[in-house]
């Protein structure tokens, strides 16, 4: 049984659901560990032979999320499964994006996990978000005896072209930050009234000169003051 036998098209999904992220908690039935696998649905209809189509196994749950009301609060008692099982030399899996992306917050790490499949937890860039490169804050701990801190710069340009050599594999507490465009949220707004063609409030841009706005405005009617 594959993915797409459990779901058969993304008709059978609510409103507002994201059908590039599921996540499948999957139980080992010989020593009752979980792991967790996200998939693609999307990617598996349209390709149901491909390895995006994912193989189910026996007490396998799957969790289909809604963009509007985020994802934590499912995560949240997988995250706290996977921390019972993290030990000395076997950290606990969990991996953190951040900043302009629709569902920020903590995931689980899964096998092979790059910087792409964490901007697809994240339910992706957001509208704002600067498309071109990103911040991955990685923590190591450096001979059992203390711990390091190494910032890498991530082309996310080229990820997103799919270029696979930029895009950086994942360890076990990395953090990806994606910044927002600059002034991005600042709305530059002018009124004017009186005797102009065209009166009202308008969005500037920066460094527009007064003129240049009454141009936008049609101009002074015949009855202006010009010089007052």
Do not use: C
Request: no cysteine; proline share 6%.
């Amino acid at each position: 049984m594959r993915l797409t036998d459990a779901l058969q098209s993304q008709a059978e999904l609510r409103p507002g659901a994201d059908p590039q992220y599921l996540l499948i908690r999957r139980e080992n039935p010989r020593d009752r560990r979980i792991q967790v696998i996200s998939a693609d649905l999307e990617a598996a209809l349209d390709n149901p032979g491909g390895d995006a189509n994912l193989r189910l196994e026996p007490r396998d749950k799957i969790h289909v999320f809604d963009l509007a009301y985020g994802r934590q609060r499912v995560i949240q008692p997988i995250l706290d499964e996977l921390e019972l099982q993290s030990r000395y030399g076997a950290p606990n899996p969990i991996v953190t994006i951040s900043g302009e992306v629709l569902a920020p917050g903590t995931y689980p790490m899964e096998a092979e996990m790059r910087v792409s499949d964490l901007i697809r937890a994240g339910g992706d860039l957001s509208e704002e978000a600067y498309a071109t490169k990103a911040e991955l804050v990685r923590y190591e701990i450096v001979d059992g005896e203390n711990r390091s801190t190494q910032i890498i710069d991530i082309d996310l340009a080229a990820i997103l072209r799919g270029d696979v050599s930029a895009d950086v594999a994942l360890l076990a507490h990395d953090n990806l930050r994606i910044s927002g465009l600059p002034e991005w949220d600042r709305l530059w707004t002018v009124a004017l009234e009186g005797e102009v063609t065209f009166p009202g409030e308008y969005r500037i841009r920066r460094g527009e000169t007064l003129g240049q706005l009454l141009e936008r405005a049609g101009g002074l009617t015949e009855a202006a003051f010009p010089e007052g």
